[in-house]
């Protein structure tokens, strides 16, 4: 008998290419945030999109920079 080919051999590359697949995963997934955004950055984020006023931007940054 020969164990070289037939499902033998299928096997040997299913585990090959499990185990590409576990090396060469893509780190940057892009549903998954791998950057920590600072409470400041979604601040000014926020203040971009017009969520925030002037008044509350600059109150909410001095809050932030006093924890500094």
Not at 26 to 33: A, E, F, H, L, N
Request: no cysteine.
């Amino acid at each position: 008998m020969n164990h070289y080919g037939g499902m033998h051999f299928i096997w040997w590359i299913v585990w090959f290419l499990f185990l590409a697949w576990i090396f060469f995963i893509p780190t940057d997934i892009p549903y998954q945030k791998t950057k920590k955004e600072s409470p400041l950055d979604v601040l000014k984020e926020q203040f971009a999109k017009g969520e925030l006023s002037k008044d509350e931007f600059v109150a909410s940054r001095k809050i932030l920079n006093s924890k500094n």
